[in-house]
């Protein structure tokens, strides 16, 4: 059987008070759906892992699903495959300005058809900030923090949770997990 490796992005999870699941237990979740080579990444709710590429397309739903059933936790869930993620790295056009990798934001988008929504933004001035699309992602260069981007502001806006955000560090090094054999 055929396996594929995905990159899980849990939606709001350890950013404030609510919302709390300890990595070890989300480990365990995964694995209890038959997920294997399991790894998470800080405290986040980021995870790589491996699944049966028949399942693959629904992985998504299914951790939304048993997160609620076994830590009473509902999460929106993106999951990319690997190789996705790696063409999520590949086409940052923002590279050149931005200075601060945490500053530096990749807006993962849950269903790809939501990037229409976001196209006129594209073509919005945000200076000194800076918005582009990728095929499965927008990039937005925060100059002076996620919490004061108007750009982050306006996509927020228009997707509402249908996007979970990662800052540059956090992705590459998800990419750097997700490409380990």
């Known amino acids: 059987m055929s396996t ?9 999870v350890n950013v404030g008070r609510a919302k709390r699941i ?3 237990d989300l ?7 038959g997920f294997t080579g399991v790894r998470t990444l800080l405290n986040s709710g980021n995870a ?3 699944c049966p590429a028949a399942d693959a397309a629904k992985s998504a739903a299914r951790i939304e699903e048993t997160l609620v ?3 009473g936790v509902p ?3 993106t999951v990319l495959d690997a190789q996705q993620l790696a063409d ?4 940052n056009p923002l590279l050149d300005r931005a200075r601060d990798p945490s500053r530096l934001m990749v807006a993962v988008l849950s269903n790809p058809a939501d990037r229409g929504k976001l196209e006129a933004l594209a073509h919005q001035q945000w200076q000194p900030e800076a918005f582009a699309l990728g095929q499965w992602a927008a990039y937005i260069w925060c100059v002076d923090g996620v919490l004061a981007s108007r750009a982050a ?3 927020g806006n228009l997707l509402g949770d249908a996007v979970t955000t990662r800052n540059w560090s956090t992705i590459t090094k998800l990419h750097s997990l997700a490409m380990e054999t």
């Open 69 to 71: 059933l076994k830590l």
């Open 27 to 33: 480990r365990t979740v995964l694995g209890d759906l």
């Open 4 to 12: 594929q490796r995905q990159v899980a992005l849990l939606r709001g």
């Open 22 to 24: 300890a990595m070890a």
């Open 48 to 50: 790589v892992f491996d």
């Open 88 to 91: 999520i790295v590949a086409a």
């Open 153 to 155: 502001a306006a996509m």
């Open 75 to 77: 999460a929106r869930v």
